[in-house]
């Protein structure tokens, strides 16, 4: 079965308890190692390949999988009106720059956004 953490991720529990993952190869139904910080304490508890408390009867236990940081090339364009905004993101510096239908004005990266960061704050 493959497992959704590995060795040296970090996160939060559904709760908000930092995590640490200290193994993925454990026997038994429940691979995962981590070390979780409750009330300021760490302690060792095991989690199923999805991050599913061992316990299982509460949910905010539950290991939220840690969040993936991309870098992406955001072009500025200006439209044949001289409205100026932002295209999309390219994983690539030469796809930002191969914007045919509109003005390129500049070039905002290499930017590292994370899934949910600054989103609700």
Known sequence: MT???KVGDTG???KGHDY???ATDAEGNFPVVANVRE???WGVVMFSSKGE?????NPDFNLMPPKAARTVWVPLLKDSS????AGCNYDT???ALSQPE??????????????GEGVGE
């Open 3 to 5: 497992n959704t953490f």
């Open 12 to 14: 939060k529990t559904r």
């Open 20 to 22: 640490r993952v200290l």
């Open 39 to 41: 009330d300021g304490k």
């Open 53 to 57: 408390w061992r316990g299982g009867w």
């Open 82 to 85: 001289g409205v100026i905004f």
């Open 93 to 95: 510096r030469a796809e």
């Open 102 to 115: 509109y003005q390129i004005i500049g070039l905002a990266g290499p930017i590292t956004i994370t899934e």
